[in-house]
């Protein structure tokens, strides 16, 4: 228990100090944010704010990570995965900075690049984890053995998670909150699920990353975390649910990734196939944006919106570890 508390306050004490040289390094170098002319027009004026915050937040949670790691593998596949889609995101962001234009990697690339993360925590899951192929459906007390289509599952799980973070990463603060709030639900399942274990380093770190970058990211936001950090955080995310047999419960744990993606999916379909919009804009964050809430209300509710999914998906998750 003590090297979880050690992980987490040193992940949150690393960004916290690390931060205000990294943010001042970035305005040097006019890596700022490019905001799309379709979005909220109030957004305009953060076009310019430095942007890849998120490698601060991995730098965060790496160092304590790797040096109190006690050779899980599960928890390095989890770190893996994140690291691997942070990379990916930094090279997006990269991208934008260099071509100055919010556009940066292709659909494709991206997708591409999320295969190749995808295969190497399938590796470590049947590999060095020693993890059955299979996923549980708590709920209903129910193990499905995928076999060779495993893989598939574990693509459409860290594809759906980190493009959903990557969504929700459109107000100041919002993403790492409720990552922070999905993680600390990860913290305790990890905790009552398998002890102090690595899984519960991690997810201390992850939370302690977030914490120390909302000191910065809160509204009005100095630093943008990028597609570094919600890629990489989605990463996370989606394989610490994999390691711990927890998608089903994903959907309510990350409810509010999950809204965000489901509105971004409805509006297009709707658009493309009756001409119409069920959202005034979308991601969900934009339409109440649209509807004249503040950014600091929306940021708000939908933190509040979070806690009470991960004590949803908490509780659930605790009942199925009684009923054993």
């Not at 129910?142 to 289509?149: K, P, S």
């Not at 970058?213 to 990028?226: C, D, Q």
Request: net charge positive; hydrophobic share 55%.
């Amino acid at each position: 228990m003590l090297k979880v508390l050690v992980g987490g306050t040193a992940a949150m004490l690393i960004c916290i100090f690390l931060a205000p040289r990294f943010i001042e390094w970035l305005r040097q170098k006019s890596f700022g944010q490019y905001i799309r002319e379709e979005g909220p027009s109030g957004h305009q004026k953060k076009a310019g704010t430095p942007t890849m915050g998120g490698l601060i937040i991995f730098v965060a949670i790496s160092v304590p990570f790797l040096l109190l790691w006690d050779y899980d593998w599960r928890a390095m596949g989890v770190y893996v995965t994140g690291a691997g889609l942070a990379l990916v995101g930094f090279v997006d962001d990269w991208t934008k900075v260099v071509r100055k234009r919010s556009l940066g990697l292709s659909g494709k690339g991206k997708l591409g690049a999320m295969v190749v993360v995808s295969l190497l925590l399938w590796w470590f899951v049947t590999g060095p984890a020693e993890l059955d192929p299979t996923v549980k459906v708590r709920t209903l007390d129910l193990t499905v053995d995928l076999g060779w289509l495993y893989p598939i599952w574990i693509y459409l799980v860290v594809a759906f998670m980190s493009n959903a973070v990557n969504l929700t990463d459109g107000l100041d603060g919002l993403a790492a909150g409720v990552t922070a709030i999905v993680m600390t639900a990860y913290l305790g399942i990890t905790f009552i699920g398998t002890g102090a274990s690595d899984l519960s380093l991690l997810a201390a770190c992850a939370v302690g990353g977030c914490v120390g970058f909302l000191w910065y990211n809160a509204h009005p936001a100095t630093v943008f975390m990028g597609d570094t950090g919600s890629l990489g955080l989605g990463g996370l995310v989606a394989g610490i649910a994999i390691m711990t047999k927890t998608e089903e419960l994903l959907l309510v744990i990350g409810g509010v990734f999950v809204i965000e993606a489901l509105s971004v999916i409805i509006q297009v379909f709707s658009f493309k196939t009756f001409r119409k919009r069920v959202f005034l804009m979308a991601p969900l964050h934009h339409h109440f944006e649209m509807k004249a809430w503040s950014e600091t209300k929306v940021i708000l509710r939908f933190w509040i919106v979070a806690i009470a999914f991960s004590a949803i998906g908490f509780t659930l998750y605790y009942q199925s570890i009684r009923a054993r």
